[in-house]
């Protein structure tokens, strides 16, 4: 039996992770700025982020499907077990929905989502204003729950590496692996 993620798998969720890490504090930071063509080109390259992470996330949803995570380790109490279930659902729920609501809120606002300034996606919706300011709203706070979640993820991982020792964290990064 396998104890550790595939090398996809471990690519996968690392590029993801760094996008997010990049794309969520450049949307907040680009979120007050007065409008210009620096605030226009963070969007874009915003959007680009979004768009990438959620083509990644196809893929390792893909992945996942053929190919089966490790079980977790017997020593997590169930109530752990449901809690790392739940979060990783969460987690895949949002990387799909939160990419989702930005192309939206960006179709109801009349902005064009351009793949890395190169492949220009359709509209989704058609242009209302009103609708893409209810969709900005929704689009930030999915992406707070968000952030929330990863901090909790995080934090689990590594209390399970510093305290519990056992090797949850060391699926993801093999280099931690103790050598036999």
Not at 62 to 70: E, G, I, L, Y
Not at 134 to 146: C, K, M, R, S
Not at 151 to 174: E, N, S, W
């Amino acid at each position: 039996m396998n104890t550790h993620y595939t090398r996809t798998a471990v690519t996968l969720h690392w590029l993801i992770a760094l996008l997010i890490l990049v794309g969520l504090p450049l949307g907040l930071y680009m979120h007050d700025l007065p409008l210009s063509p620096h605030k226009l080109r963070l969007f874009s390259y915003h959007k680009w982020i979004g768009v990438t992470v959620f083509v990644l996330a196809v893929l390792r949803l893909s992945w996942r499907v053929t190919h089966r995570p490790p079980p977790l380790p017997d020593s997590m109490a169930a109530w752990e077990r449901f809690a790392a279930e739940a979060v990783h659902y969460l987690l895949y729920a949002l990387i799909f929905i939160i990419p989702i609501t930005g192309w939206l809120m960006s179709s109801a606002k009349g902005f064009q989502t351009v793949w890395f300034g190169v492949l220009p996606l359709p509209d989704l919706i058609g242009k209302n204003a009103e609708l893409g300011d209810q969709l900005h709203e929704v689009h930030e706070n999915l992406n707070y729950a968000l952030l929330f979640l990863l901090l909790g993820h995080v934090g689990a991982a590594l209390k399970h590496h510093f305290f519990q020792h056992d090797d949850i964290l060391t699926r993801m990064i093999p280099f931690l692996r103790k050598k036999p």
